[in-house]
């Protein structure tokens, strides 16, 4: 079988465009019940309001293209712009030209994806005229432009920074958080309250655009770097990277990428990222976009559930493309209207309650 086919069944299960009420409420439901409460809801709240708020920067509505997803090209982030999303972010770039790991750099190993691509890009300069091309692109679609950088110091992030803003995004990431270059550069900085907050508070002093900082899962406590990173300045976080992992061929007994361990994204990365953004939401009261395994609309709402204000796709675009922004969008709204909820903040944090 297609390993590819699983998560696209298990979304379309979840997520069925002639269902006003999802699966799970319908099973507790008897049929003259779920008639008149599709019926009187969908009378009640048509359109739901999907737009949100990161950081001063409203976004159409709560999508956002992770980073590293489709290369690094001003077209490409725009087909996401065209396809709906909310918001694009380009991948992660340095200060210097990076080729990346050798390949296998990526693999399908069945419930999602491992890769350690190894932070390709062409640089800090180079990325700058990139993004000014993107923010051309995106800006009379409506989506929001979300510039993505790392570094392996804090001077260097500083610098970076700086070089990026020229270019004017919306908002810029610090990813912090890359699993797959501490044998180059250490442990990432979202291991640690005083370096994830120093690296916050540099890029603050010179970024001209609010400031997302991206944690790693792989932490023991998520919530205390959240506080580190909020003290340190940061306007929003992401939650979450991916997950470190491995994959060994048996028949040759190694490991199959190149880079030996990558991160696991997709399906599998979804219980711990929404976990991750309830711990994050209830430590701090910066916006989150919740990323890792969102697939569908409820796993969209699951996440805003949790506390997030908005919501990455990263692995959902390998799975079902870049259309998945407009049917997910479908999807979710769908479920708000079958619920009842007329807009996100209803939704949010529901499950702290
Ligand atoms: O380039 C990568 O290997 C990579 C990065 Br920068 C990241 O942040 N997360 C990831 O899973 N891979």
């Not at 712009?81 to 200060?95: D, I, Q, Y």
């Not at 679609?141 to 392996?152: N, Y």
Request: glycine content about 10%; overall charge negative; proline content about 7%.
């Amino acid at each position: 079988m297609d390993q590819r086919i699983a998560p696209n069944q298990a979304a379309h299960r979840y997520c069925s465009p002639e269902s006003a009420l999802d699966v799970r409420t319908r099973d507790r439901l008897g049929q003259a019940d779920v008639v008149w409460l599709a019926g009187s809801a969908a009378q009640a709240t048509q359109q739901p309001d999907l737009s949100c708020v990161i950081a001063g920067v409203r976004l159409r509505n709560p999508f956002v293209l992770a980073s590293g997803i489709l290369g690094n090209d001003a077209a490409l982030l725009e087909r996401c712009g065209e396809a709906g999303a909310g918001a694009v972010t380009s991948k992660s770039c340095g200060p210097t030209p990076r080729r990346g790991h050798p390949n296998p750099t990526v693999l399908d190993w069945g419930p999602g994806l491992l890769n350690a691509v190894g932070l390709p890009n062409p640089g800090a300069r180079a990325q700058a005229e990139m993004l000014r091309s993107a923010r051309v692109r995106l800006q009379p679609l409506g989506s929001v432009l979300v510039a993505s950088i790392f570094a392996d110091t804090v001077a260097n992030f500083a610098e970076v920074a700086g070089i990026i803003c020229e270019a004017g995004p919306d908002l810029l990431e610090l990813n912090i958080s890359c699993p797959n270059v501490a044998h180059e550069f250490g442990q990432p900085f979202a291991a640690s309250a005083t370096d994830a907050a120093a690296v916050t508070e540099a890029v603050k002093r010179v970024a001209t655009c609010p400031v997302i900082v991206k944690l790693a899962p792989n932490v023991p406590d998520i919530g205390q770097i959240a506080r580190a990173v909020e003290a340190g300045g940061a306007d929003a976080i992401c939650a979450v990277n991916t997950m470190p992992g491995m994959a060994i061929d048996v028949f040759s007994g190694r490991p199959i990428l190149a880079n030996r361990s990558g991160g696991i994204s997709g399906p599998p990365l979804k219980a711990i990222a929404v976990r991750a953004v309830y711990e994050i939401t209830a430590a701090v009261d910066l916006p989150v976009i919740g990323t890792g395994g969102v697939t569908c609309g409820l796993d969209a709402a699951e996440m805003i559930m949790a506390g997030a204000t908005a919501v990455g796709l990263g692995t959902a675009v390998y799975y079902r493309g870049t259309e998945v922004f407009g049917q997910v969008e479908a999807e979710l709204r769908e479920f708000m209207v079958g619920q009842g909820y007329r807009n996100l903040a209803e939704m949010r944090g529901i499950a702290h309650e």
